[in-house]
């Protein structure tokens, strides 16, 4: 696995963000059975950068706490099954692995969320890395019942880390 996370903004998270998205992402793949090794990259911005974006890509014109820019196009979630056959699109040329895609958070909304719901900033971080990590494994969360499995998914991959609301 390939992971970069690039921070855009002077605010830091009181932890070691690096660190951190390497076990969610990790840990989402392994959850997911992703059998390839792949590259996804993070960015840190804040509210104001988020905005842009989310107004650019989504034609929404306020921040929002993640945004995912998923490269590969599943017909079922975490379905695998002929990805090969799109090798060009998918999979980096240089290192074999399948990319699928980019992560933004904004620090900000991390802080503010973590607060309005009354857990630490770490929790909420992972909380948003892992959301965004099954975006890019094709989720979504459109519909009631594609919402709960996503937020299913979500829970199970933050227990297994042992990442609770309480702490």
């Given amino acids: 696995m390939t992971f970069c996370v690039e921070s855009e903004t002077k605010r830091e998270l009181p932890f070691d963000v690096e660190e951190l998205a390497g076990k969610v992402i990790g840990e989402a793949l392994e959850y997911e059975k992703c059998p390839y090794e792949v590259t996804v990259n993070v960015l840190l911005t804040d509210n104001e950068g988020i905005c842009t974006l989310n107004s650019q890509f989504r034609g929404i014109d306020r921040p929002t706490d993640v945004l995912s820019f998923p490269n590969v196009d599943y017909d079922t979630p975490s379905d695998f099954t002929g990805i090969e056959e799109s090798e060009a699109d998918y999979f980096d040329p240089e290192s ?36 965004s990590m099954l975006h890019l494994l094709g989720y979504d969360h459109m519909e009631a019942g594609e919402a709960e499995k996503m937020e299913y998914r979500q829970e199970e991959i933050l227990k297994r880390l042992d990442i609770t609301r309480t702490e």
């Fill in 96 to 131: 074999g692995e399948l990319y699928l895609g980019d992560i933004v958070i904004s620090v900000d909304k991390v802080y503010e969320q973590a607060e309005e719901y009354g857990h630490s900033v770490r929790r909420e971080y992972a909380f948003l890395l892992a959301h």
